[in-house]
């Protein structure tokens, strides 16, 4: 069974440029959280969405947003990119029962010049 | 609110020898938690979970944690290390509310050394 899959795997863009971060969810998972991982540390929430409706936000400013589709698949925007938006951004699924565990992507590598 | 801590950044065992990498969480509520690795590029993987089921959770490649409640603890072990072991550990705890938030620790390196 294909596991949670992202596109593109790296991104290159310069500061003040709109980037969007592609998401398909393992098959039967209605649940999609989206994390951003920077170098050296551990992976920090930004969105959970579920049946296309946002159920959780983490502490991140209004230039990110997302969005799920019928079909489970979520995308990942942020606008007006900073330097500091240059991280690993992972995406994983899940079936929404508290305690059943995540499973993650390889992720999008966005690097800002 | 929940957080976890994860002791030691770096952590080098010899092939052979017992891995210990240690997590402490913070929770009001009865946690559930998580192990996950992750290799160079990849993401992350799912090694073990604790669900207030048996306080021993086995995982995959030989890993295990007790979770401990008057300790606030839940380390994982692997009693013979091997070279493919070597990767980044993360300690998780799922937050309680509406949606399924984990909160990671900073992670473990672990390095194997032959």
């Known amino acids: 069974d294909a596991g949670v899959t992202q596109s593109p795997t790296h991104l290159i863009k310069t500061r003040g440029q709109h980037v969007t971060l592609r998401c398909s969810p393992i098959?039967?998972?209605?649940?999609v959280s989206w994390y951003q991982q920077v170098l050296g540390q551990g992976p920090q929430f930004i969105f959970q969405y579920y049946e296309k409706e946002e159920r959780g936000r983490g502490n991140f400013p209004d230039r990110f947003s997302a969005r799920q589709f019928p079909n489970y698949s979520s995308e990942l925007n942020v606008n007006a990119l900073l330097l500091g938006d240059s991280a690993l951004y992972l995406c994983a699924s899940s079936l929404l029962n508290r305690g059943q565990p995540q499973h993650f992507g390889d992720g999008t590598r966005l690097s800002i010049l | 609110a929940q957080s976890v801590t994860q002791l030691g950044s770096h952590v080098s065992v010899s092939e052979g020898a017992l891995v210990l990498l240690r997590c402490n969480y913070s929770?009001?509520?009865?946690?559930?938690l998580f192990w996950y690795v992750q290799y160079p590029n990849q993401g992350l993987q799912l090694l073990l979970k604790?669900?207030?089921?048996?306080?021993l959770v086995k995982g995959i490649n030989g890993f295990e944690a007790e979770f401990k409640k008057s300790e606030t603890s839940f380390h994982l072990t692997k009693p013979s290390a091997h070279m493919s072991d070597a990767a980044e550990y993360f300690c998780a705890v799922s937050v309680q509310g509406g949606s399924e938030k984990l909160v990671f620790g900073k992670g473990t390196k672990l390095t194997v050394n032959p």
């Open positions: 604790y669900t207030s089921a048996a306080t």
């Open positions: 929770s009001s509520v009865p946690p559930y």
């Open positions: 098959s039967g998972h209605k649940s």
